[in-house]
């Protein structure tokens, strides 16, 4: 069977793929064994290896470890297994289902496995946490170095008893003889002994059919951590001598400072004030003192005149970046002859989508403590780029990188909102002017204002589609929202799929699903329309122009379980949307009630069936997609930043709208366990159907069609 | 300004230095190392910071220090007796009611409330109830699940 959905690339995101510079892990293995105890030490070399390109000269003794390293692991004298990877948790429950990969391969439960992340003095090197790239890319590697720890103690207790390794079996942490009976604990195997092993990433993994940890609902490692309120995260951290920090804010975006007069808040006992540049900030015992003494501070801004959100959709279309293949990333995609296609088409169509900026909120604001000693800085932050933000402590301070070491407790969320370092570089300046560690916690409005926003968008689509249903032509262009899940899985002989870089007049960045969200939307609504006018059921109309196999395959279940096609009574109606992102198929049905006389959209149901190839963990899935669907309510109904001349409007949450409970409909999942694929991430391809899936049941409901991201902010208004 | 000195927390008094107006949950996080109840907005909005004052659910980051008098404020961290979970957090793990977990404090203080209040809540009552409590991972479902199931357990033991 084809499966051309895996042929479409996974195309790097311009506003997610933010590599730092090549880092060259350059440690003794001796090294390794000071620091962690006699034991095991299996190491995970990255494909491509780019140690011996170098050209540094430098021989390989034997004794370095790969230059270049996924993960690394630590089986220990006293039988703990210590896992070290640059990822890091805010709240996908990757923490668990990487021990999981790691207690299947090494057949230990889950609890004998520590996991050490996104430490940039322990854990190598790392990008980020992003792409749902952990559980394809970072699983398989801890998965093989845990296979290979595995084989090393079958091979020592094969040596020891002077039998076939073959004949062993490795379990709940002992390695065992079948036929002798006898047994000996990993541990016992180890003692004193310094062995190193590298594996490469190519090497085999136990095939899921065989998964006995891993495809379970494991509970929330440190779960009782949570619900106890003892788990510190980075807003929490507390080092002896800390002042608290807080920052003057501009008073607007792009503001400069013409004027200011930091006397008074000098004057008052104990507080520290910077002025440096543009940055003026303050740290004092506690945090009524630094707000006290930010109060204190006159200053006036220089404010240029800036767009507002009602010009929004007009400027991003006016400020295009021409030429040919502006952005250089190959976001411009053609076959076929798109205008003699859509000239014969029996219907024709063209339609304009617009999504908002929206804000990421996570309930944890950005939060860091930085600690100095002599020019070695230390800082906790929730971040989910922790060698990201090394690099720009290091840049920002004038310092090797070797002397900033960045730390991240698990974090209270990110959604992509957290891969920058501001307030870890703020509190660093801070910390390096009072000559004591300070803690920096962003309040509510500065994350709403000073963070940034998922990209706003203009999207056109034209289509073309035979009388017999079948789709001829498709030209889809998106300015400024991105290229993420832009191309179409629709089966179509003609194409031109561009995507258009434009200034943007707010600071942007990351989103979970990125742009595919606001591509989504249009593609999926675009093929409702032309589902209407063709007078063909949108189910139909996609399964004719659909040969994707994995795609089907949810769309069908999904409809299945939802019950597509019953009858429906006044102001209710029923819409469908889905599609491939990040390697996962999703489709989304919804329900939606109307009440016409007061405007209020209810979404009632949700019904998504979801399939990422070999599932790792069903009930965190299920969790993940619950939470996909109801985050993604709110941009699909009501969430969007208010912006005027470079302020945000809104940035509160007695102004912004997030979801609530009272928002949630009944959400129903179905999972398609494929254990023939490869597992892929799911922390965000499951919300990319919802918001085409309403806005198709809102015309189901009412004949009326919004193209508009959020759809109904202030209620339906039924003409 | 009038000092609060004194704060009863958690079943003993203890001992602060805030302005009457300081806010309970700086209060709480900064000078008695209570890090458990969680700053998310400052206004009231997201319930993060919920703690309970005499049974009540309290929003701490509006809640001045000179209000609280003699009345016993109770955090996350005094719900659970010694190594035993209260029934509510219990709950909370069994159903798996948290991602980031950023907010579960704050739910499980006004979830507390609640079925102090309400021993058999209706599902449409504990969403009303906790609209107050913002969770952005959007594990609503599994919170109200949560709550039904902690409230069955309450009412056999």
């Known amino acids: 069977m084809s499966d051309e959905a895996h042929e479409i690339p996974l195309e790097p995101e311009r506003y997610e793929l933010r590599a730092g510079p090549a880092y060259w892990f350059e440690v003794d293995r001796r090294d390794f064994f000071k620091f962690l105890g006699a034991g095991i030490l299996v190491v995970c070399a990255l494909k491509g290896t780019r140690g011996q390109e170098s050209g540094s000269g430098r021989r390989s003794s034997g004794e370095e470890v790969p230059r270049e390293i996924g993960g690394w692991l630590h089986l220990g004298q006293n039988g703990t297994v210590t896992v070290y990877t640059g990822k890091v948790e805010v709240g996908q429950n990757i923490r668990t289902s990487l021990s999981q990969a790691v207690a299947e391969e090494l057949v230990i439960p889950v609890s004998k496995v520590e996991m050490v992340m996104g430490d940039t003095k322990l854990t190598p090197y790392d990008m980020g946490t992003f792409g749902s790239r952990t559980t394809p890319t970072m699983s398989p590697q801890l998965r093989k170095a845990a296979a290979a720890a595995r084989e090393l103690l079958i091979g020592l207790a094969a040596s020891q008893w002077k039998v076939d390794g073959g004949r062993l079996v490795a379990a709940e942490g002992k390695i065992t003889d ?33 998964w ?69 900030g303050v740290a004092a015992p506690s945090t009524e003192i630094a707000a006290r003494a930010i109060a204190a501070i006159r200053a006036e801004w220089k404010v240029e005149p800036q767009p507002s959100n009602q010009d929004l959709f007009e400027y991003l279309k006016k400020n295009v970046a021409e030429g040919d293949d502006p952005t250089g990333d190959g976001s411009r995609y053609e076959t076929g002859a798109v205008e003699k296609a859509l000239a014969t088409a029996e219907h024709r169509l063209l339609q304009t989508y617009t999504v908002r900026y929206i804000a990421h909120a996570p309930l944890e604001p950005r939060a860091a403590v930085a600690e100095w000693s002599g020019d070695e800085l230390t800082v906790w932050t929730g971040t989910q780029r922790p ?74 689509v034209s289509g073309g589609v035979r009388g017999d249903g079948t789709l001829v032509a498709w030209e889809f262009h998106n300015y400024n929202s991105g290229s ?50 063709v007078g063909m059921d949108p189910l139909e109309f996609r399964r004719k122009n659909l040969k994707n196999e994995r795609l089907r395959a949810v769309f069908e279940a999904a409809a299945k379980k939802f019950g597509w096609g019953r009858a429906k009574v006044a102001g209710q109606g029923f819409g469908m949307g889905g599609g491939f992102e990040k390697a996962g198929n999703v489709a989304t049905c919804a329900e939606v009630a109307v009440d016409r006389t007061s405007g209020e959209v209810k979404v009632v149901r949700v019904v998504t069936a979801f399939e990422c190839g070999a599932i790792v963990n069903p009930d965190n899935l299920r969790n993940q997609i619950e939470g996909s669907n109801i985050m993604g309510l709110g941009g699909a109904l009501f969430e969007a930043i208010e912006f005027e001349n470079g302020k945000v409007l809104n940035g509160r949450f007695s102004s912004y709208r997030v979801p609530r409970f009272s928002d949630v409909p009944v959400l129903e999942t179905v999972l398609l366990d494929r254990k023939d694929i490869p597992s892929a991430g799911a922390g965000e391809c499951p919300m990319i159907g919802l918001a085409p899936a309403i806005g198709n049941a809102i015309f189901d409901a009412t004949g009326v069609r919004l193209r508009s991201l959020p759809m109904v902010p202030d209620g339906l208004r039924v003409a | 300004m009038a000092k609060v000195t004194q704060l009863n927390v958690n079943g003993s008094w ?32 997201c319930g993060a910071c919920t703690v309970l004052i005499n049974g009540s659910a309290r929003r701490s980051c509006i809640t001045q220090v000179g209000t609280i008098g003699q009345k016993q404020i109770t955090t996350i961290e005094g719900l659970a007796k010694g190594d035993r979970l209260h029934p509510v957090q219990e709950a909370f793990l069994a159903q798996a009611a948290m991602q980031c977990a950023y907010c579960t404090s704050g739910m499980i203080m006004s979830a507390v409330a609640l079925l102090k209040a309400n021993n058999n809540p209706t599902e449409g009552e504990i969403r009303h109830f906790m609209e107050g409590n913002i969770c952005r991972c959007g594990t609503h479902p599994r919170i109200v699940a949560a709550i039904r199931s902690a409230a069955e357990e309450m009412k056999h033991s």
């Not at chain 1, 604990?185 to 136990?206: F, H, N, R, V």
């Not at chain 1, 570089?425 to 000559?435: N, S």
């Not at chain 2, 805030?18 to 909005?45: H, I, P, W």
């Open chain 2, 14 to 45: 203890r001992t602060v230095d805030a302005d009457a107006d300081a806010s309970l949950l700086v209060v709480l996080r900064d000078q008695l190392d209570l890090t458990g109840s969680k700053y998310g907005c400052g206004e009231g909005q």
């Open chain 1, 387 to 460: 060698f990201g933000v090394r690099s720009e402590l290091a840049e920002a301070f004038r310092i090797p990188e070797e002397r900033v070491r960045v730390l991240m407790p698990d974090t209270g969320s990110a959604y992509g909102g957290k891969h920058t370092g501001e307030a870890a570089v703020e509190a660093a300046r801070l910390a390096r002017a009072a000559k004591r560690p300070v803690k920096l916690v962003w309040t509510r409005e500065e994350e709403f204002t000073w963070a940034y926003f998922r990209p706003a968008g203009v999207i056109e």
């Open chain 1, 212 to 280: 006995r940890v891993q495809g379970q609902s494991e509970a929330k490692v440190q779960g009782s951590e949570f619900v106890t309120g003892k788990h510190r995260y980075p807003s929490d951290q507390k080092v002896p001598e800390m002042l608290h920090g807080k920052i003057l804010r501009p008073a607007a975006f792009g503001a400069t400072l013409a004027s200011i007069d930091t006397g008074e808040a000098e004057r008052i006992p104990g507080v520290t004030v910077v002025h440096d540049g543009n940055f003026v």
């Open chain 1, 178 to 210: 079948p036929e002798t009976k006898r047994s000996v604990e990993y541990a016992a195997l180890i003692k004193g002994q310094e062995l190193t092993q590298t594996i490469s990433a190519e090497d085999g993994l136990m095939p899921a059919g065989k």
């Open chain 1, 484 to 533: 993420a899940g832009i191309r179409s899985y629709y089966d179509v002989a003609n194409q031109r799929i561009e995507f258009h870089e434009t200034r943007s007049p707010l600071r942007q960045g990351s989103y979970r699903a990125l742009a595919a969200t606001a591509n989504h939307f249009a593609r999926e609504s675009f093929m409702d329309e032309l589902a209407r006018q």
